[in-house]
Structures are given as C-alpha cells and as structure tokens.
C-alpha cells in the first residue's frame, strides 16, 4: 500500500487526480445505471398498457344486423294500447327474428342451414328487443327495420378478430356462414355501433350482452362499507397508540403486530372473511357488505401506519401550546393535531382504497366470484366486483370475453389512476410546511 505522506507534492495530486476519475466514472456509470433501470421500466408500463389496450378497445363496438320487422300489436297490447307484460313474456320473439332473417335469405332452405343462419344472432336478441319495447311501453311503428345484436361470432369477424384465411374446422364459423355475413354486408345490413351495453349492463352468459355496471356498483357499495368501517377505527388506533397508549411490551407488541398485518397476503383476510362472517356470524354470502367488511379488514394497518406518519408529521409544539392553555389530551389530539393531520390521514385512507379495489383473491373466498346478471341494490344483495369480473372472464374461451376483460381492465386502471392522482393532488393542496 503506497504512503501518501511519503510522496512528492505532484505523486499526491496525480494520485488525487487518479482517484477523482474513478470515482466519477463509478457516478456516470451508477446515473447510467439507473437510467437504464428506468427505461426498462417503462418499457414494460409502455408495452403492457399497449397490449391491454389494443386487445380491449375494439370491444367498445358491437355488430348489429338490420332485419325487417312486422309486429303484431294485436298479441302484445292490452285494450288501450299499451304492452301487456304478460303478453309480451308469452310472445315468442326469438322466433320473429329468426323468421326475419330467414326472409333476408330465401334461398336458405334446409333445416341445418336455417340453423347455422340462426347462429348469426345473439342468443339474446329477442330478449333484448322485448327489453327495449316494453320500456317504451308502446309500438309506434311495428312495421319496419330494427337493429339487433349478432352473436359474438359474427362480431369478432366483423373486428378482423377471426381469421378467414385459418380451416374452416378451427374456425367458429363455416364458410357458408362467412358468405351470409358478406351478403349482409353488400346489403349494408350489418353495421359496428358503440356498445353501450358494456356500461349499462350486467354479467351475461353471451359476451354480446355482457357489462360491467353490476360489477362497478358491487365495488362501489364495497368501498363505502370499507370507508365507514376502517376510516374511524384507524384514526382512534392512531390516536391511542401516539398519545395515550403506555410505553411497554404490549404497546411493542401491538405495533408489530400492525406492521406486519400491512404485509399479510389479502388471500389470508379472504379466508378470516369466510370462516367469521360467513362460517361464524352466517351472514349473506357475495354480498358487498361482507366485502367490504373483508376490505376494511386489509385495508385497516395501512391507515393507521399512514395516519401515525402524519400525526408525527405534525409539530409537537402546537399540541404543547394547546396542553398549556388547559385543553385535555383528547381536546388536544382531537381539536388541534388531528385537523392539522387530516390531509395526510385522506392520502393514506385514498391509497388504501385504491389497493382494495384492485383485490381479487379476498373477494373470491367470500363467494364475490358468482355469476350475477342484476345490478345490486343494496348491501345484501348478491353482487361481483370489478376485478372478480375480470377474472371471471378472462377465464372463459370466449375471445369476445378476452376482449371485454382487457377493456375492464382498462376501465379499473383508469379507475386507480385517478384515485392515486386525487390522492397526490390533496396532498399537495392541503399540506402545510412548518
């Protein structure tokens, strides 16, 4: 090892020197170091949003086919022209649209062929015409040309989502049924419109009709029950463990115990979920009132340790002055610091919120993973959340299914997005420097 007191003055600063460049080579290669790290990273957010959206944006079009119609007013309305329900449950509108597609096609002759031609229509199509007639409550024109949804077949086709070059026997549908949809689309009698029913409407068992609007209600009411639960409870938590709990091993203990919680897989919360809630206390399951009692459950160390941070970050000194002046403790922690502490406190419950609402594996274990096809109306009843919907239909062969599932998964993203920006735009609007 060289003695540096030893050397001349020019061996020591040529030493220095030596030394100096190495040490900022190590910085431009750590700085390149990072910058590469942070490429990488975006990278793959780049190439992950670009996959999820270019499989899920054509799902916001849906294929319709045009057919003409003649209703018989005289089997659906009652003696003053209104739809009779009953009447209309009774009228066998399947079988008026199939006939009207059969006219489209009068060279369709035989029994197979009528009915792979039947197949260009959604399952639900006379369902939905029944929907759409009855909420008018009326047949102003019962004579004339109504759009229908095609089955969802059809509609990857008409997206170029199924091959036509592939064999007829890995394809959906047959060359013949290719040929009908040509026709339809010579005729102009086959068009792509916004799907709407994607966002007014619940799970269906045909990807046509499918929605999220049940889905998206079911983790709404989840989360408010998760707010009204683990908001409260965390902020009294906080509170005690910084100004009134005792200095001692349980105080230890309880703050471990905390700080682990927070680091718990959420499958495991799903499983107290199961054998409390439902096993124990017998409540309904798939109901977003045990949700959100399960997210309020996972979500509960994270506010208090965000809610503990911000008490901390506030000055010691304003909860002195209000001591000296004769407020109690509570006054003081209550009046004083929490309100100075509140924006913090909101950050944190936002965050936590947000990780709640991309959870699926604690949902699942309380049964949220059930096929629901009405909007929930309330706490009890049957309900699914977002990201159990899209499991549910990410697990399916259906590609239309693959495709709405990506545009879900879109939809929750952008859902998270903005609760994450909400959280940082209050912080930075509430916060206070001292």
């Not at 900022?24 to 990278?43: D, P, S, T």
């Not at 966002?199 to 989840?222: M, N």
């Not at 897989?265 to 439902?278: K, M």
């Amino acid at each position: 090892m060289t003695d540096f007191a030893s050397l001349s003055i020019e061996e020591r600063t040529a030493h220095l020197q030596a030394t100096l460049t190495k040490r900022h080579a190590k910085e431009r290669r750590l700085k390149i170091y990072g910058m590469v790290a942070i490429g990488f990273a975006l990278a793959f957010l780049v190439t992950l949003l670009a996959t999820v959206i270019g499989n899920g944006y054509t799902a916001l079009q849906q294929t319709e086919i045009r057919l003409k119609l003649d209703i018989p007013v005289a089997e659906l309305v009652d003696e003053n022209g209104v739809i009779d329900a009953k009447k209309s449950a009774n009228f066998n509108w399947d079988g008026m649209l199939k006939k009207a597609l059969r006219q489209e096609f009068p060279d369709v002759k035989g029994m197979m062929d009528r009915r792979k031609l039947s197949e260009l229509l959604s399952a639900n199509a006379g369902f939905e015409l029944r929907q759409e007639i009855e909420a008018k409550g009326r047949i102003d024109a019962p004579s004339g040309y109504f759009w229908v949804k095609s089955s969802d077949d059809v509609d990857m086709l008409m997206k170029g989502r199924m091959s036509r070059d592939i064999p007829e026997d890995q394809r959906r549908l047959s060359d013949v049924q290719i040929g009908w949809v040509d026709q339809l689309i010579d005729a102009n009698s086959i068009q792509k419109v916004f799907n709407k029913t994607f966002f007014t409407k619940a799970d269906s068992r045909e990807p046509e009709s499918a929605g999220i609007l049940g889905a998206v209600v079911g983790s709404a009411l989840a989360l408010i029950v998760t707010v009204i639960l683990a908001l409260p409870m965390a902020v009294m938590a906080a509170i005690y463990l910084e100004y009134f709990a005792k200095p001692g091993r349980l105080t230890d203990l309880i703050e471990v115990n905390i700080n682990n919680l927070a680091a718990v897989p959420s499958i495991v919360f799903g499983l107290l979920g199961l054998s409390v809630f439902l096993g124990f206390f017998g409540m309904p399951r798939s109901a977003p009132l045990v949700g959100g009692m399960v997210l309020a459950l996972m979500t509960l160390p994270t506010i208090i340790i965000a809610t503990r941070a911000s008490i901390r970050a506030v000055p010691s000194s304003i909860r002195d002055a209000a001591l000296g002046i004769g407020a109690s403790p509570m006054q003081a922690a209550m009046h004083h610091v929490l309100p100075l502490a509140a924006p913090g406190i909101l950050t944190g419950t936002i965050i936590g919120l947000a990780q709640a609402l991309g959870e699926t594996a604690p949902l699942i274990m309380i049964g949220m993973v059930a096929f629901i096809v009405d909007v929930p109306d309330g706490l009890t009843s049957p309900a699914t959340a977002l990201p159990v919907q899209i499991f549910i239909w990410s697990d399916s062969a259906e590609r239309a299914f693959y495709e709405r599932s990506s545009l879900a998964i879109v939809v929750l993203l952008m859902f998270l997005i903005t609760m994450n920006l909400t959280a940082v735009y209050l912080r930075r609007k509430l916060e206070r420097k001292w």
